[in-house]
């Protein structure tokens, strides 16, 4: 089957989305043929995946979102999706590729058309309106966001989400066509094992090395991307009062975003101690990253799923996270992690603490942990995936009959 893949998240943005569509071209490229529709970002070196045609649109950056950009038709665009002979498609955003997806769809041709629901629109439209202050504009534009969610995804003949808060989100506000939880995968490189660790820890010695990261510190880790809906300030504020009574503990921010420096800013402000902001680094090394942690935290309450969640507990760390979005589905309170209330600063200071003074606590939920992120492996994704291709098929044919 040749399938056409649309999306207006793309490299070198190293996201959930951008993450999701290499596994799945990399994973189903065996069994079928794939066309990437992306927008023509910034960088050096386009990204290319052997034997995948991959149509850079013409794009102009999106002033709320530093790093996305909004795809705009040309008839390059248009003469691609008449020239190129799909059997499906696959959306993976609701936006400019969105509807160029659409067209090619219900207007260029008749096909399948399968959309992934990747983003909690709603809390995000009120961080993208109120930055820093979302919270003052979330119940502003949940009515209108609901609705353009309702009116774009009745084009599609099924929805997936990866994560079942989402799932039950979509169905409890009307979305029209059937909707699916489906988990992406993680990474093979997560489940892969060493070949040579005397390289690994070279590596993890030149990060202590360049971070100032003693042998006496006990690392917690945050890997993402820097954003303000990522709620960070969470975490350095939850930190400022772990270094109080735990000298020893060392914070450790790893990935990059358009408010690094924000969060740099405020780091300095709090006059914390112990921790670093590591900038991006390779997905290929983030295993080996992850293995120098005791723990992971994450405060964003938006997640859809939470891949570093799952990326860490495969490296058997245990997670803090809140009680909010994606990481529900995942994090099991007391038995591979800690949920608190979004936004509890004190609880999870505590959280942390706790783990700071168990090891066997840790270790216990560490391997928890692993066996969660065991779900997440290649092989299951693959059938979900080829399941909800089947029953995209299905509904289609069944409205033209």
Same mark, same amino acid.
């Given at each position: 089957?040749? &399938?056409?893949?649309?999306?207006?998240?793309?490299?070198?943005?190293?996201?959930?989305?951008?993450?999701?569509?290499? #596994?799945?071209?990399?994973?189903?490229?065996?069994?079928?043929?794939f066309v990437i529709f992306v927008p023509k970002l910034k960088q050096t070196t386009p990204f290319k995946i052997e034997d995948?045609?991959?149509?850079?649109?013409?794009?102009? /950056? !999106?002033?709320?979102?530093?790093?996305? #950009?909004?795809?705009? /038709?040309?008839?390059?665009? $248009?003469?691609?999706?008449?020239? %190129?002979k799909f059997d499906f498609i696959h959306c993976h955003s609701p936006f400019s590729l969105g509807y160029g997806a659409i067209l090619s769809?219900?207007? !260029?041709?008749?096909?399948?058309?399968? #959309? $992934?629901?990747? $983003?909690?629109?709603?809390?995000?439209?009120?961080?993208? &309106?109120?930055?820093?202050?979302? %919270?003052?504009?979330?119940?502003? =534009?949940?009515?209108? =966001?609901? @609705?353009?969610?309702?009116?774009?995804?009745? @084009?599609?003949?099924?929805?997936?989400?990866?994560?079942?808060t989402l799932?039950?989100?979509?169905?409890?506000?009307? =979305?029209? *066509? *059937?909707?699916?939880s489906l988990p992406n995968m993680i990474s093979r490189v997560f489940f892969r094992k060493t070949i040579d660790s005397s390289k690994d820890v070279k590596f993890q010695d030149e990060l202590k090395k360049r971070f100032k990261i003693k042998p006496e510190h006990r690392i917690i880790l945050y890997c993402g991307?820097?954003?303000?809906?990522?709620?960070? %300030?969470? =975490?350095?504020?939850?930190?400022?009062?772990?270094? %109080?009574?735990?000298?020893?503990?060392?914070?450790?921010?790893?990935?990059?975003?358009?408010?690094l420096n924000s969060y740099k800013k405020k780091a300095i402000d709090l006059n914390l101690k112990n921790y670093a902001f590591s900038g991006f680094i390779s997905h290929t090394k983030l295993p080996i990253v992850y293995q120098m942690g005791e723990f992971m935290v994450t405060p964003s309450d938006t997640e859809t799923q939470g891949l570093t969640v799952i990326e860490a507990m495969s490296q058997k760390l245990p997670v803090i996270g809140v009680a909010g979005g994606g990481v529900l589905d995942n994090i099991e309170h007391g038995n591979n992690g800690f949920l608190v209330e979004p936004g509890d600063i004190s609880a999870f200071s505590e959280a942390i603490m706790t783990f700071l003074e168990s090891d066997q606590l840790r270790e216990t939920m560490g391997k #928890?942990?692993?066996? $969660?992120?065991?779900?997440?492996?290649?092989?299951?994704f693959i059938a979900l995936l080829e399941s909800a291709f089947q029953k995209t098929i299905e509904i289609h044919s069944s409205k033209k009959s």
């Amino acid at each position: 089957m040749r &399938i056409a893949i649309f999306s207006d998240s793309w490299v070198p943005n190293l996201n959930g989305v951008v993450i999701s569509i290499i #596994n799945e071209v990399m994973n189903l490229r065996d069994n079928h043929e794939f066309v990437i529709f992306v927008p023509k970002l910034k960088q050096t070196t386009p990204f290319k995946i052997e034997d995948v045609p991959i149509y850079e649109i013409k794009s102009f /950056p !999106f002033p709320p979102y530093p790093g996305y #950009n909004i795809a705009y /038709p040309t008839l390059r665009f $248009t003469h691609a999706l008449r020239k %190129e002979k799909f059997d499906f498609i696959h959306c993976h955003s609701p936006f400019s590729l969105g509807y160029g997806a659409i067209l090619s769809a219900r207007v !260029f041709n008749d096909l399948p058309l399968l #959309n $992934t629901y990747h $983003t909690d629109l709603v809390r995000y439209s009120g961080h993208l &309106i109120g930055g820093f202050q979302a %919270e003052r504009f979330s119940k502003a =534009v949940s009515q209108a =966001v609901w @609705f353009y969610v309702r009116s774009y995804y009745r @084009f599609s003949d099924v929805v997936i989400t990866p994560s079942k808060t989402l799932q039950r989100d979509l169905i409890k506000h009307g =979305v029209s *066509p *059937p909707v699916y939880s489906l988990p992406n995968m993680i990474s093979r490189v997560f489940f892969r094992k060493t070949i040579d660790s005397s390289k690994d820890v070279k590596f993890q010695d030149e990060l202590k090395k360049r971070f100032k990261i003693k042998p006496e510190h006990r690392i917690i880790l945050y890997c993402g991307r820097i954003s303000f809906e990522k709620k960070l %300030e969470v =975490v350095l504020h939850a930190f400022k009062k772990v270094e %109080e009574k735990y000298p020893a503990a060392f914070l450790l921010i790893v990935g990059d975003g358009p408010h690094l420096n924000s969060y740099k800013k405020k780091a300095i402000d709090l006059n914390l101690k112990n921790y670093a902001f590591s900038g991006f680094i390779s997905h290929t090394k983030l295993p080996i990253v992850y293995q120098m942690g005791e723990f992971m935290v994450t405060p964003s309450d938006t997640e859809t799923q939470g891949l570093t969640v799952i990326e860490a507990m495969s490296q058997k760390l245990p997670v803090i996270g809140v009680a909010g979005g994606g990481v529900l589905d995942n994090i099991e309170h007391g038995n591979n992690g800690f949920l608190v209330e979004p936004g509890d600063i004190s609880a999870f200071s505590e959280a942390i603490m706790t783990f700071l003074e168990s090891d066997q606590l840790r270790e216990t939920m560490g391997k #928890n942990a692993y066996k $969660t992120a065991l779900k997440f492996s290649q092989d299951g994704f693959i059938a979900l995936l080829e399941s909800a291709f089947q029953k995209t098929i299905e509904i289609h044919s069944s409205k033209k009959s």
